[in-house]
């Protein structure tokens, strides 16, 4: 059974630090890994990744792929309040087929 | 340009009651899906189509049943509201496959519709 599990559930931090978020993943078929932020409502996209070791950056956040070792960490650098939400990761076996990992619910404290 | 937008955004129901929640996307996007979420258990997808008048199961699709009789209107009906349905439902959609920035696998995201079975 495709899985895909995320570490930790929660984490929370002080504005200013580094985080690192996990996702480990055993897809059939698989595709890519994908990273989505959950505010209060729909999830928003980040990242898509498809080969490893290739880092993907978007301001302070970055990510790569690990295709031997089967994960992905999230990277954000000096996080803002405006950090905090529950990123999600899901991996991707085909166009419809996307299995979502629990999320980590990150907090941000001023 | 409004993306995907769901209704009703939140709606309490009794048992053995039905209901219809409303999915459009005005992105002209082929592919359009409806999941679930629970505490602790993430996205759970339960009925996915592939475009107008097709319709496939997802991960958990007993108790749901789909249309979609236009390519942008996506119908997600309980025929028997049951408390295990209590959750909040997300539509997205995506491009297919074959289009040019390959992003199938991206999804858009409505804001969710929060359903309470009593």
């Known amino acids: 059974e495709d899985k895909v599990v995320q570490s930790p559930l929660s984490l929370v931090v002080h504005e200013g630090d580094t985080v690192t978020l996990n996702c480990s993943y055993e897809v059939t078929n698989f595709r890519s890994l994908l990273w989505y932020k959950q505010e209060k409502k729909a999830p928003t996209f980040l990242f898509m990744l498809?080969?490893?070791?290739i880092e993907k950056k978007s301001g302070r956040l970055s990510s790569i792929l690990d295709k031997k070792e089967l994960f992905s960490i999230l990277n954000i650098t000096a996080t803002q309040t405006g950090d905090s939400a529950v990123y999600l990761c899901?991996?991707?076996?085909?166009?419809?087929?996307?299995?979502f990992g629990q999320g980590t619910r990150l907090t941000i404290n001023p | 340009n409004a993306g995907v937008t769901q209704t009703p955004k939140f709606r309490v129901l009794k048992t053995g009651q039905s209901m219809t929640l409303l999915c459009a996307q005005d992105m002209n996007h082929e592919y359009m899906y409806w999941y679930r979420q629970d505490p602790g258990m993430g996205l759970r997808l339960i009925h996915y189509s592939v475009g107008e008048g097709t319709t496939a199961k997802g991960e958990v699709p007993d108790g749901y049943n789909v249309s979609r009789l236009k390519k942008q209107n996506f119908l997600l009906g309980l025929e028997s509201a049951a408390p295990s349905q209590t959750s909040v439902y997300f539509c997205a959609s995506s491009y297919s496959m074959g289009h040019i920035d390959s992003g199938a696998n991206v999804l858009t995201f409505g804001a969710g519709s929060r359903l309470t079975v009593l």
């Open positions: 498809t080969s490893s070791g």
């Open positions: 899901a991996g991707a076996r085909g166009a419809q087929k996307l299995v």
